[in-house]
Structures are given as C-alpha cells and as structure tokens.
C-alpha cells in the first residue's frame, strides 16, 4: 500500500512539474525565470548541498532545460515542406534531444548516490578458495612478472590462493604457425613465461587456438581450476597487497552476489593529459566513470564487470556457460547476462591496483573503438531496454551505458550545424538573437552547472567535450560499421608502454588541422558577413558564437595529437621508503628511495659523495617491505647522478639476477593503494564553471599555438630508445 502511495504521489508530482514546464509565458518571463533559477543552482552549489538539497539543484536544472526541450520542438523547426531546410533541422534536432536524453539517464543513475560500500572481515578459516587469472597476449616478461609478483603478495591466507597466467601469446595454434617468425617467437614466449611462472610459484596455462579471445582465454581457465571466487587482472594491472582484503568479504554477506568491481587506476597519463601536461593537476577523464557513475550504478544493482580489477562467483559464470562472448566487451555482456538471471553486483570505490593506459593517440583511439563498437553490440545483440530478467532500474543504467556510444553522430552534427548557415544559408534553426539570449544560453549554462554539480571534482569544464571531439572522426566510422554489420568487430589488445624518441605529429592527427582550418575560415566569414549584412547581427552572433566554440575545442585537440617525446618505456610512481646502499666496494649509506617503477627507482643518499657512485655503476638496494620485513638485495646499476646542496641523487635501473627480485620492486611499486588514492584526491578539486571555463580557453589558445609549431617544423615520428 505505501508503494502504491508513494507512486501516485510521484505520478501527481510529475504531472504537476510537466504542466508548469508546458505552460506558455512570454520570452521575458522565461528569462526571468531561468536566471533565477541559475541564481539558485550557483548559490545551491556554492553552500555544497547534498541530500535533499542536490534533488532541489537537479530540479531546478531540469525544469530550465525541459522547458527548452519543449519550446525547440514546437517553436524552432521549419516547415516540412522546405525539405532542404527541414531534413537538416530535424537531424540537429534530433542530436539535441539525443543529448538531454542521455543527461537525463545519466541523472537517473548518479542523482542520489548510495554510501561507500565497507567489506566485513571474515575468519581466515571461513574465506573461500580463490583463483586469480592474468589474461595476457603480447606483453613482456617484466610486465607480466611484476603483475604476478603482485597478485602473490596479495594478504590472505596461505594455500587458499592460486595465481595463474592465461598465456594466448603461446597457444599450439600460434607455436605451429606456418610463418617460421611466428612460431619461433611462441614457442620461445611459452618456455620463457613457463619458467617464470616456475620460479614466481604461478600456474601457467595456454590452449589448442585463440578462439573468442580474452572470453575463451578465460573459460578454458575454468575447465581447469575449481576455487570459489575468480580475480581477474589484465597484465598491466597490478593489486596492492589490500585487495582481497577489500573485496572478498562481501560474498560472505550476499550469496546472490556475483561481481565485486573496483577502479582502474592508471599510473601513466593518457594522450590528452601526456599532450596537455595536465596529468598532475586535472583529474583523469576516466575518474568520472570509475569514482561516481559505477558508483551511482551500484545503487542500482547494474555495476557491470570492466574486464579487470574485479572478483566474480564462479558459480555464477559457470551458469551463463563461462564468459560470454557474443560481443567484443565480453567483460559488461557477461554482467548483463547475470543481471538478468537474478544475480546482484557490488561497487568498491577505493583503487585497488595500479595499471597502464595507452599513452599516444592512436592506441588511444584502437581502445576508444573497440569499447564503443562492444556496447553497441551489446545494444543490438541483447536490447537492455527490453531484456527479460532485468528491473527497470538495470534496463534505464545499460542503456545508459549502450546509448552513449553513439555521441560521435551527435557530435559531428554541432560541428557541422553552423556551417550550414553560414556557407549554404540553411534555415535549420529558426530563431531570433533575442530568442537565442533567452532560450540557448541559458539551457547551456544550466546543463554546464548540473554537469559540475554533478561531477566536477571528477571532470573539469568543457575536457570531456575535448574528448569527446578527439574521437569522432574515427568512432563515427566504427560505429556505423558496427551498426552496418554488428558481427564484424574482432577483439584487439591495446598496446601500452610505447615509446617516442622525437615529438611529432600524430600518425592520424592531421584530419584535425583540416577541420580547425575550415573552423577558422567559418569564422572569417561569420565576421564579413556581419559587416556587410548589419541586420544579421544578432543571429550571426548566435550561429558564430557557436562555431568559435567549436573552434576553441578543435584548437585543444591540436595539442592532443601533437605529441610529446616520451622516452620512458616504464612510469614512476613517487614514494618516499627508506633504504640501505651498499655500493660495490662494500660501503653501505642510508638513502631513501624517491620514486620507482617496474624498471629503475630515483634513490637520494645521505653522507656520500657523487664520485662514490659513477655512472654504470653497481650497486644493492635493501629497504623495510610493506610487511615490515627487510627485504634482500636489490641490484641496481647507476644511470646518472647529481648532487643538490650536498646530497646526492642517483637514478638506477634495476639488475634483476634472480626472479624472486620481482617481488620486491612489485612491493615497491604496487603494494600500498593509499598513495593511489591521496593522489586522486590531490586533483580531485572543484574549480566551479567559471573558472573552468577561463581555464579551458587559455589551455585551448596555448595548445593551438603548439600544434601549428609542432606542424611547422615537421617532426618525424619514431619508436626507437627507452629509459627505465
């Protein structure tokens, strides 16, 4: 009964809200109105409301920009009769409503955030068995022996755990290959990566042929392994020592429970922080989906299996036979597949391991595709708006996540719009400069401030319009294909840990000087033609203004694909862990090591002098471990050195001679989340709208002014040279 209550309240409420945003009132009235309520959301936002409070910021929002909605579509189309005018119009419009429909699922699942979840302890004797799976294709030895390392030194107890490496880089298909190279390297990869695993105390496991991927890689893992839960890590991402102990614990609770996810924490900047410098300061675009919107999907029972970090039931896989693999994003259909059968998911916001991201443009865009061609299968294959088995929470948050992927068709549209004007005289947008101040801008502003309401310690002003802006030449294309022939994509690894000798321009960068050169030719004409036709001013400064935003955005993503030298093959993490040297003569110092990757540490020394310890070389390393053990030697040979007001600094690679030595720069790097998240939080600042705003346009100016000299002097790429 107090449902049924509840729920014609809310239908009464609805119908209330509909009305009052139907009913029509002069344009100055609604101007009125919608800067008051844009008084009201800064003034919400500026005494940080949560509760009750953030529903009354949404609404007021939402209010502002359903009363657009509706006045675009009964105000603003022209006729039909005027196809070359309305077929174009009625696309623009289309993009338009496309966008406050995906703002306002995207409201529906991060509107009222759920508590952090807190895992329960169990008795070390009441914990299940677990397998941990590392999938890998093409990654190297120190890579895949730093992430092994790592799931070892995981804290639980002994015999209850087994790590295994899923090697579909040496299957019997790919050692009898008829290509001799091919062959040759398998069978190589296989006897090397089978030592390792020996010596790391790690399973090893391939298969007869490389069939359905990561998906098969997995399911041919269960046929051999029969523990109670299943961890998965990709090869690149590494666990701190915490992580079962975050995690496990909430299966202990919920015997529906399927999936337990955690975020992907990168330890590298991607090309648009790498290009921009912005990694230490702006947080990471990925941050909005990993830290709110998987949370706000927790409420809702749809968290959706990302493909690593994450532990499932293998009961529950089992009875959706394995890993699905209809789709090329085996990881969110297998999760759809469960939801569907009754199975609950669980969200834990803390980073619990640290992995690598592509670092240039193009192996950013390789990923981008094949994420976004994956849920569109999945949109296609299982239609979640309509899957049986699912709430109608679940159907709302898949397709939330399905339907985005389609914003490069939107998007190409708001490039394109104003052009359409300008050059050909089409009347796609039939409104006034008043109706323009009155109407569109204020929608703008108010969609901004909810989006910064919403997420703006996680995403700053306007970068996610970069982003997205960065992929639409080539998602387009990759999404119509899908959507042409939804069987075609194939599941392809990303590579991580590239390496740039030079800066240049991206190998695909160059569509983008065009489209900035046909921007600022836009504009150039959007200028002349207000002084020769005085009348169109208010509406050349509505459609100009427009194409100048746009010419902003394209003058960021000039610096995006001019992209800087990148020498390091593998990234430092900053820690501060004292340590003992011991150079070669046998003289020990107190030191402390500064930071450290998988392949070398920077390492300040107390007492000695620069000439102690030359360039080339040798010398051990002993420090505390994070289980307050001291560990053995760890040998280094001297890269380079300089010495600071009396204290010497030295950068070392390390001289793996045993491989037990992986669990110890494993504990360096990986073993301790805290500075993970400290890290996060020290960019997790709200700038506000504003300011974001000013930020982005000098960024914007900056960047153009880098990619035309990076054109300019005509830099050749190359993948040759690498630093530790």
């Known amino acids: 009964m107090k449902k049924l209550g509840a729920g014609l309240l809310w239908a009464i409420l609805l119908v209330i809200f509909f009305s009052l945003i139907t009913v029509p009132v002069s344009m100055q009235a609604h101007l009125v109105f919608t800067c008051f309520v844009i008084l009201m959301m800064v003034t919400l936002k500026t005494l940080r409301v949560e509760g009750a409070g953030r529903i009354i910021v949404i609404s007021l929002g939402m209010s502002v920009i359903l009363r657009y909605a509706y006045w675009r579509t009964t105000s603003t189309l022209p006729p039909v009769n005027q196809l070359e005018n309305f077929i174009p119009a009625i696309m623009l419009y289309s993009a338009e409503m496309y966008g406050i429909g995906m703002l306002c699922l995207g409201l529906f699942v991060v509107a009222n955030l759920p508590e952090p979840r807190i895992c329960p302890e169990v008795p070390d004797d009441e914990l299940p068995t677990i397998d941990v799976y590392v999938p890998t294709y093409n990654e190297d030895k120190v890579m895949l022996a730093t992430t092994l390392a790592a799931a070892k030194s995981m804290e639980y107890p002994p015999g209850k755990v087994t790590v295994w490496l899923l090697d579909d880089g040496g299957t019997d298909q790919k050692c009898n290959a008829e290509d001799a190279v091919t062959s040759t390297a398998a069978r190589e990869r296989r006897a090397e990566l089978t030592k390792l695993c020996e010596e790391l ?21 269960l046929e051999h392994s029969s523990s109670e839960l299943l961890v998965i890590f990709d090869a690149d991402h590494a666990p701190a020592r915490n992580f079962l102990k975050e995690t496990i614990g909430l299966f202990s609770k919920d015997e529906k429970l399927f999936l337990v996810q955690t975020p992907h924490f990168f330890i590298n900047p991607d090309p648009v922080e790498r290009n921009l410098g912005t990694f230490n300061t702006m947080p990471s675009e990925n941050e909005m989906f990993n830290n709110i919107i998987l949370q706000g999907l927790d409420k809702w029972n749809a968290v959706f299996f990302c493909g690593s970090a994450a532990v499932l039931r293998r009961v529950a896989v089992e009875s959706n036979g394995g890993f699905s693999h209809n789709t090329i994003t085996e990881d969110c259909e297998t999760a759809l597949n469960l939801h569907s059968r009754g199975w609950r998911s669980a969200y834990v916001g803390k980073p619990l391991i640290a992995g690598l ?40 948050c898949y397709t939330s996540s399905g339907l985005y992927w389609l914003f490069p068709l939107p998007r190409t549209l708001f490039l394109i719009s104003p052009l359409l004007f300008i050059f050909l005289n089409l009347k796609i947008f039939v409104i006034s400069g008043a109706e323009f101040l009155a109407y569109v801008i204020p929608y703008m502003i108010v969609n901004l401030l909810i989006q910064n309401y919403l997420y703006g310690k996680r995403r700053w002003p306007w970068v996610s319009d970069l982003y997205e802006y960065i992929q639409i030449i080539y998602l387009l294309p990759a999404i119509i294909s899908v959507v042409m022939n939804p069987r075609k994509p194939s599941f ?16 695909i960068g160059m569509p983008f000087f065009l489209l900035y050169a046909v921007f600022a030719l836009t504009f150039i004409v959007s200028v002349v033609t207000v002084f020769m036709y005085p009348h169109m001013l208010g509406l050349m400064i509505a459609v100009g203004g427009w194409n100048v ?74 420090f505390e471990m994070s289980d307050h053990k001291v560990s053995g030697p760890l040998p280094m040979i001297v890269r380079g050195g300089r010495q600071v007001d009396g204290v010497v600094h ?75």
């Open 201 to 221: 105390g790690v399973r090893y496991i391939t298969r007869e042929r490389n069939v359905h991927a990561k998906a098969g890689n997995m399911n041919n893992a």
């Open 357 to 396: 991201q592509p670092e240039t443009y193009a192996n950013f865009i390789g990923q981008q595709s094949r994420w976004g061609q994956g849920m569109l299968q999945i949109m296609m294959f299982y239609f979640p708006p309509l899957k049986s088995g699912l709430t109608l929470a679940q159907r709302l």
């Open 492 to 507: 392809r690894v990303t590579a991580k840990n590239e390496v740039q000798e030079e800066d240049r321009i991206s190998e």
């Open 549 to 622: 935003l746009n010419l902003v955005i394209a003058g960021g993503a000039l610096g995006v694909v001019s992209e800087r030298r990148n020498l390091r093959r593998t990234h430092r993490v900053n820690i501060e862990r004292r340590c003992e040297i011991t150079l070669e003569s046998g003289t020990a110092y107190a030191g402390t090591i500064e930071d450290v990757s998988i392949g070398g540490s920077s390492i300040r020394i107390a007492g000695a002098k620069l000439k102690d310890v030359p360039k080339g070389s040798m010398i051990s390393v002993s």
């Open 650 to 724: 030295i950068g070392c690679e390390f001289n793996v001679t045993q491989t037990s030595q992986y669990f110890l720069i494993s504990d360096l790097v990986f073993a301790n989340s805290d500075k993970w998240q400290k890290f996060q939080n020290s960019r997790a600042v709200d700038i506000g709208l504003l300011r974001g705003t000013l930020w982005f346009i000098r960024i914007a100016l900056y960047q153009t002014g880098r990619g035309f000299a990076f054109l300019l002097s005509k830099t050749k790429p190359s993948s040759t040279g690498a630093k530790s």
